[in-house]
């Protein structure tokens, strides 16, 4: 995890720096890269230790229709 942190920090600083190269917008992409990279990874390995959780079926429902319902002909 910690060398995916680093490497999406990285390819986010040297595209904010490489558009800043030709937008001439210097510094101001290169934080803003530093700083979505970053982010991204938090989120990447916040979902990575806690993943989601998979809706739980009612007991005795058994995941599927059984028939067993009223309908009208």
Same mark, same amino acid.
Request: net charge positive; aromatic share 12%.
């Given at each position: ?19 800043? /190269?030709?937008?001439? =917008? /210097? ?13 991204? /990874? ?23 229709? =059984?028939?067993?319902?009223?309908? /009208? =002909?």
């Amino acid at each position: 995890m910690g060398v995916q942190f680093l490497v999406a920090i990285l390819l986010f600083l040297f595209l904010g720096k490489w558009l800043d /190269s030709r937008l001439g =917008t /210097s510094p101001w992409l290169l934080i803003l890269g530093v700083f979505c990279g970053a982010g991204a /990874s938090m989120f990447a390995m916040y979902r990575r230790v806690f993943p989601p959780e998979k809706p739980k079926s009612p007991p005795g429902s058994g995941g599927g229709e =059984t028939g067993g319902g009223t309908r /009208s =002909t």
